[in-house]
């Protein structure tokens, strides 16, 4: 399989766990050796500032921590959007590792004030998602997701409960359905 790095992976309906479902997953990285990513859709509640009170002004909208997975839920990432750069010519600010298109990973023990300027959205999440060597393309070949193209404000959603089913709504054909699948299908 090739690398699905910078796509988008979204729980099928059927996917279950309090993190997964109806989650909205943007893969960071992906090879034989396994994958991890971030779940996009998953506020916790908590304030940014409450573990990071230098970053809490300058996230984007909800200023929340994000849950991005089940693993390490001790570490925070920091996920960014510089507009002009390109991980492919590295023009990366300091303190920032572009990762696909304009979108990275940023160093949250840099001081804000060198790597905010260049940022135009920003995340902060605890924990991620990950998948051993195979394990990925198993769930997905058991239909647990679906492998779509990301769009620019998806990462930094100002709604990111409406994310499941929007990133769903704009696919083509039979997969836009899914997005009204209702939370409980006994209830259809």
């Given amino acids: 399989m090739d690398s699905l790095a910078g796509r988008l992976l979204v729980a099928t309906p ?101 790597v905010v300027p260049a940022v135009a959205g920003m995340r902060v999440f605890a924990g991620y998602s990950g998948w051993g060597a195979g394990q990925l393309e198993s769930e997905i070949e058991s239909s647990g997701w679906y492998v779509v193209d990301p769009e620019v404000g998806d990462a930094f959603t100002e709604d990111p409960q409406t994310l499941w089913a929007g990133v769903l709504r704009r696919q083509p054909g039979p997969l836009a359905w899914v997005a009204t699948y209702p939370e409980d299908p006994t209830h259809n």
């Fill in 14 to 114: 059927r996917t279950g766990g309090e993190i997964f479902r109806r989650s909205v997953v943007l893969l960071l990285h992906h090879d034989e050796a396994g994958a991890h990513g971030l779940v996009l859709n998953k506020p916790i509640g908590a304030p940014v500032g409450r573990v990071l009170p230098a970053w809490q002004e300058h996230v984007s909208e909800p200023a929340q921590l994000f849950q991005g997975g089940p693993v390490g839920l001790d570490t925070a990432l920091g996920l960014v959007r510089v507009p002009g750069g390109s991980h492919e010519d590295h023009s990366a600010p300091l303190g920032i590792r572009l990762l696909f298109g304009t979108v990275g990973v940023i160093d949250l023990d840099v001081p804000p004030e060198v």
